[in-house]
DNA sequence: CTGAAAGCGCTTACAG
DNA sequence: CTGAAAGCGCTTACAG
């Protein structure tokens, strides 16, 4: 620190100048104790004169003291903090998995660091450095699609993958199980009657588009049904593609009964070319998607019917699982957490 | 720290044991060095032999050494490390806020601390306490809308308040400029060539639908226009909203020429009802927007030309002034930034 | 050029 | 019941 003599910067500082944030010690030199007694009445332990436990409590309110969790985190070995890396923060996965964390966490029991990488290598490792760092106690690491995404290795903290789960079978991953989504789909579908179901897909370089394909054929197959059109329709996640496949499809198999898009976006272009061709949605053919994204499902008309990936949970279960692995009890494998089917209107009359 | 001599305990501990994480103690042992030494030479400090700087920086290389941060904060004073205490995660202003703060604290820099306190006051007043323990060096406090919020008053550290700004003058404050969005709004149609412009606005409780329709009014009257259609509409923030007004505004102003709706989603239910009704957009009808809510806007047919609020240059001058406050540099009032017209297919032909 | 010492703010055995 | 002392991991004058 280099002695500022200046008077001005004197004077400058003196006008912005923020009182010395309270210390232990001066709990301790206005109450008339010992640091030690002070950590101790202040910490409940045994051992103190209530008498000096109420002077203490007192002055410590008095000064607006709070204790310096970086002093306490230095002796303690551990922080109470964790690093949540992201790849995703513009879009939906990474902050309903915070959400789920924070909640599981119990609130305030630990901080949670936010990062996002952005997709970049470089910034991953230069944001992984820092929370190092920072000594966080263990590590969240979401990704932006199902597919399995590179490890970090060996760190000096346990580390969860979420949505995105880790090449390495050594690591814990956790992802939504999207195969289970498609069977939730077609069971309910069929359950309300529909036999002639087709389905168009998202983008077929996802994992998650392929993995719900195969639970919609799965299921189909118990129910002693095919896939009507014959294979899906694969495309992209987007309202326009949601309504060029439906075009084809109607052209093709005008006789289909129900529709599961791969997503809330294609389900809404779906919605829109069936209006056009004066197709009754639910009476004449009922449409189904996934993700339950709110802006999306429930501004339709009807509203949409959609598979929730349940991101809340999954955030939960990773700090679970975290808690655990800091506890010394690791997990590892790749976990897949069930969905949640939300019935609205565009599979059900007036749901 | 209590003894763990249980043989199974012993066991178990040791299967899963991490290997304690190293100290600059450890560097400096294992180079033959004192612990001042290795320091400096790690800290590029001049009066150290090239030769052992090189010995020294190879060690902590080869054992991976990571300087403990609480170390050198609980030294420096300062953390490194900033809060930021949203309302609204599961909305979309924070996380463009903590993009564009990520982006000028400079990666790596500033560590972020994110809570939800998800307007409950005595959570709020949970993370402030947790934030302060752990000595953030300053806060940035993001509310859900452009309504004053209560002021978090006096605190150890600088707060900035972005979207929700305080209600204490003294503090300082950042909002989007929800009037002059509404200029650029009306100053596009205008420019081309509508004259009978109506508005559809918002849920008239919140700031920003009026704010809005405020702006609307002052460039319509600056046009030599008037509202077409005399009052604004108020109703909610929804595509039914937007369908329902609509059909209203067509039928009382079949002559209209253009519709401001106050958001993204609003819109989308106009340009359901105008293709119902047979109006061609934006041949007939233009339609504008706010948000630029990029699922909603790019996903119409056509897409939505729509004001951006800009919250990541919103999220820069936030972390611009925290930076400028912690540096004692405090500015304080409310701030209203600039937003950006982003020109789609809605109003102008192939745009 | 190098290292012993003090200190950041706290907690915890340990003596009294 | 209270307090002096050691120590968490680091940095920075200060002596050598």
């Not at 118990?222 to 052209?251: I, V």
């Not at 006789?255 to 997503?263: E, H, N, Q, V």
């Not at 294609?266 to 829109?272: E, M, N, P």
Request: charged fraction near 25%.
């Amino acid at each position: 620190m280099d002695a500022r003599t200046s008077e001005t910067e004197d004077a400058a500082a003196a006008q912005h100048a923020r009182p010395r944030t309270p210390t232990l010690k001066d709990v301790a030199r206005l109450a008339g104790v010992s640091i030690a007694t002070a950590s101790k009445a202040l910490n409940g332990r045994d051992n103190v004169h209530p008498d000096t436990r109420r002077r203490v409590v007192e002055t410590a309110e008095r000064i607006s003291f709070t204790p310096n969790s970086l002093a306490q985190s230095l002796l303690a070995g551990q922080t109470g903090t964790v690093g949540l890396l992201t790849n995703d923060l513009e879009g939906r996965f990474s902050i309903p998995v915070l959400m789920g964390a924070e909640d599981a966490f119990g609130a305030g029991k630990m901080s949670v660091f936010l990062c996002d990488a952005r997709e970049d290598a470089i910034r991953e490792q230069y944001h992984l450095h820092a929370l190092l760092g920072r000594r966080i106690d263990g590590l969240i690491v979401v990704g932006s699609r199902t597919d399995p995404r590179p490890s970090l290795g060996d760190l000096a903290v346990p580390v969860v993958y979420a949505y995105a789960p880790s090449d390495d079978p050594a690591d814990c991953s956790l992802v939504p199980d999207n195969v289970h989504a498609g069977h939730l789909a077609v069971e309910h579908l069929v359950a309300t009657g529909r036999t002639r179901i087709a389905h168009i897909g998202g983008d077929r370089t996802y994992d998650a588009a392929r993995a719900r394909d195969t639970g919609i054929r799965e299921a189909l197959a118990a129910a002693g049904l095919g896939l009507t059109g014959g294979e899906t329709l694969f495309g992209s996640w987007s309202e326009q593609w949601g309504r060029a496949a439906t075009q084809s499809l109607l052209d093709r198999q005008p006789d289909l009964d129900a529709i599961i898009c791969g997503s809330d976006q294609i389900a809404r272009g779906a919605l829109d070319t069936l209006r056009e061709r004066g197709v009754q949605v639910p009476r004449q053919v009922a449409v189904a998607s996934f993700d339950n994204w709110q802006i999306l499902a429930t501004g339709s008309r009807p509203q949409l019917t959609s598979i929730d990936m349940c991101f809340e949970a999954l955030g939960r279960a990773a700090a679970d699982r975290l808690v655990q692995a800091i506890d010394g009890r690791r997990t590892h494998g790749v976990e897949a957490l069930p969905c949640r089917l939300e019935v609205r209107g565009s599979t059900v009359e007036g749901a």
